[in-house]
């Protein structure tokens, strides 16, 4: 099977040269085809052979030192250390200060948020989701990470924008239920509200007072070509974002 070279984004943030971060990119020929492009979520219903070829073409083409550390996500707030290699856990975060140890989350919509501090000791990613935002991943993921708050530096990645996340009151009443202030992040549209999510992960990065904090402007809804989006397509295909330290610290 021949695969193509990998597309990708990459965190527009101020960590150091050593550490490696980007979020792959759909590359679809056949945008309404749910699984075509570069899927690399093997639970979505794609054919397991082209998956493991894809995830294999990714080790090959970033040189990583082996198959990153597939996490099998939940929409939790359960945030793990990786200290080699093996299978994921349960988990919807990661992080590592080990030299080729690549921390991986998939998406299509979800908000994949980059962690790093400004000397690089060490990397995670965290897989948010309205449902982790409510379970306090984002908050969870800074308390874990083996720097101070004031040290660290995060980046959201692409996910779906305000202006096609439509949701339900009872969604906006359990943010509400944690902090009325994200009353702010939801916009009325009738009976229901457009949901600010790359807004909503960025203010409780911003509560958790680190260093750095920045989101891309990049919406997975309104680019078929680009990006898988749950929410466009229903069972989809995921992008994966990655992050590693890739010398010596």
């Not at 948010?128 to 720097?147: K, T, Y």
């Not at 909503?200 to 919406?219: G, H, N, P, T, W």
Request: hydrophobic share 40%.
């Amino acid at each position: 099977m021949n695969v193509a070279t990998i597309a990708s984004a990459v965190p527009d943030w101020p960590a150091p040269s050593h550490v490696r971060a980007l979020i792959t990119e759909r590359s679809a020929s056949q945008p309404g085809d749910r699984y075509n492009g570069f899927n690399l979520g093997n639970h979505v219903g794609d054919n397991p052979g082209r998956v493991m070829a894809h995830r294999l073409s990714l080790v090959q083409q970033l040189r990583l030192v082996g198959q990153p550390r597939w996490l099998t996500q939940v929409h939790g707030a359960r945030v793990c250390e990786l200290d080699g290699p093996g299978e994921g856990p349960v988990a919807d975060g990661s992080f590592t200060t080990r030299l080729g140890i690549a921390c991986v989350v998939l998406s299509a919509d979800c908000a994949p948020v980059f962690l790093s501090d400004h000397k690089g000791s060490f990397v995670g990613l965290l897989h948010a989701g309205w449902r982790g935002v409510i379970a306090g991943v984002i908050e969870q993921g800074i308390a874990r990470a083996p720097a101070k708050p004031q040290d660290i530096i995060a980046w959201v990645g692409p996910s779906i924008s305000q202006r096609a996340f439509e949701v339900g009151n009872e969604v906006r009443e359990q943010f509400l239920a944690v902090d009325t202030v994200d009353q702010k992040y939801f916009a009325r549209k009738g009976d229901r509200y457009m949901a600010d999510l790359s807004g909503l992960v960025l203010a409780r990065l911003k509560r958790c007072e680190i260093a750095f904090a920045a989101a891309s402007d990049c919406c997975t809804y309104s680019d078929p070509g680009r990006w898988f989006s749950h929410r466009r397509q229903g069972r989809c295909g995921r992008m994966a974002s990655l992050i590693w330290l890739s010398g010596a610290l």
